[in-house]
Structure formats: C-alpha cells, structure tokens
C-alpha cells in the first residue's frame, strides 16, 4: 500500500504514520522529521529549511523535491510507504505524480485527516509543553495554519479530483483513529 497524509498541523499524521510503521512495517517518509534531523545536522539544506520552519513558512519545493526524489530512486526503495507531510503544495504534488510514475509505483490512496482548528491548537499546545519543538510557539502555529489553508488546502482539492482521496474524522481516541485508517487503506 502506497499512501500520502495530508492534513493540518497537530491532526495526527505522524502518529497514525508511526502506528502503520510499527504495525505493518510500512516505511515511513515524513518530510518535517527529515527537515528537523538536517537541521540539527547543521548542513547547509538544515539551515535554509531551519529558519523557514522556525517562521511556519514551507521550505522551498526545490529542497523538499530533493528528498523526495533521492528517495524514490535508491534501489531498495521500499514497496509498502506512507508520505507524512508531503506532498504540501499542488507544485510537490504534481513532481510526485512525475517520480512515481517515473518508477513505476502509483499511489493506491490519500488519506485526509480532518480535525477542529481548537482541537489542533489544544493537541499542538501540549506537545509544545512537553517537546519543545522550534515551530510550536503560538506566532508560527498561527502562520502554520495559514500556510496550510493558503498552500496545502489545494493539495486535497488535487488528489479528489484524481480520485484517490479518503477522509478520515481525526478526533478521538488514537486506535479508533488507526482503526479507520487501516479500513479505509484496504
Ligand atoms: P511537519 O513536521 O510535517 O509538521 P505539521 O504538518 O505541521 O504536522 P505536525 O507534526 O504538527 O502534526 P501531525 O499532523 O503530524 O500530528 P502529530 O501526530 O504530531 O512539518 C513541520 C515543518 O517542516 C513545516 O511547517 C514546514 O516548514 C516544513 N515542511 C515539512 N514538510 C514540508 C514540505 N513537504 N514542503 C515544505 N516544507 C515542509 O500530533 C500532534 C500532537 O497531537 C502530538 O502531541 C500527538 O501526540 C497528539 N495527538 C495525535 N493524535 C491525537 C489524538 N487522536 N487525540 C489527542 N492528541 C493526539
């Protein structure tokens, strides 16, 4: 099963993607967790996306494409993936549909989560308390809402239009949640 998560910041994508992970063993491509590792790296790369992120502004397609596509074209890429946060703009959607088709590896399904703006705000203000994460703070929450509305939004309107879209209510308890997703992935 090939898939992509998109939904907004704090609606659970990295958690339902870990469960997959551990459960079925999917391989997990979450472009935020790269971003915050080549960060901590110090590369170059890090240092661009660093301050993007700490703004709640995208990292350019550009740098996002890259690691996608080293990705895909390694030769043990494996067969069973979840995208976690990427594709996030129609640009990043439409350079997936080019590498997939490129491998030959079509996506199966696109799960949307839907949660409440308040919810997300609760969910990403406990996990600001207890984490710490650079982008947590309430101004780059609120330019994180905007860019998803502004740049990601499009990205679901993209994907039902090619048919492949599932949405999945995002509240509530976890397993109840990974239940819905495991269904909807059948
Ligand atoms: P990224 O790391 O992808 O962040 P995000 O999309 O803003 O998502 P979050 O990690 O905040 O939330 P999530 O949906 O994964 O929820 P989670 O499971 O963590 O991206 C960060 C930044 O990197 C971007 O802003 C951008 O700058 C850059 N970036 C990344 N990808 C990019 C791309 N493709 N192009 C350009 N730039 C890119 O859950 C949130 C919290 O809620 C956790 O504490 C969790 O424990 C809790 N929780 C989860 N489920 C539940 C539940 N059911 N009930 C209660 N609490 C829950």
Redo the contacts with the bound molecule.
């Keep these: 099963m090939r898939t992509v998560f998109v939904?907004?910041?704090?609606?659970?994508?990295?958690?339902?993607a870990r469960l997959l992970a551990e459960r079925f063993g999917y391989d997990v491509i979450?472009?935020?967790?790269l971003?915050?590792a080549a960060v901590a790296d110090g590369s170059t790369h890090g240092k661009i996306?660093g301050q993007?992120?700490a703004r709640?502004?995208?990292?350019s397609?550009a740098v996002?494409n890259e690691i996608v596509h080293d990705y895909f074209l390694r030769p043990n890429r494996p067969a069973n993936f979840v995208l976690?946060?990427?594709?996030?703009?129609v640009a990043?959607a439409e350079y997936l549909t080019r590498t997939l088709a490129e491998t030959r590896i079509p996506l199966d399904r696109v799960i949307y989560?839907t949660v409440a703006v308040e919810e997300l705000v609760r969910?990403?203000d406990?996990?600001r308390q207890?984490e710490n994460r650079l982008?947590d703070n309430a101004e780059a929450v609120r330019q994180?809402m905007v860019?998803y509305e502004e740049l990601t939004r499009p990205v679901v309107d993209y994907y039902r239009a090619a048919g492949l879209l599932a949405e999945v209510p995002?509240?509530?308890?976890?397993e109840a949640?990974h239940r819905r997703v495991v269904e909807l992935l059948k």
């Design positions: 939904g907004p910041p704090g609606s659970g994508k990295g958690t339902q979450g472009t935020g967790d971003l915050r996306a993007a992120m709640g502004e995208l990292v397609d996002v976690d946060g990427y594709p996030r703009t990043q989560f969910r990403i406990g996990r207890a982008d994180r860019t995002a509240t509530g308890d976890v949640i």
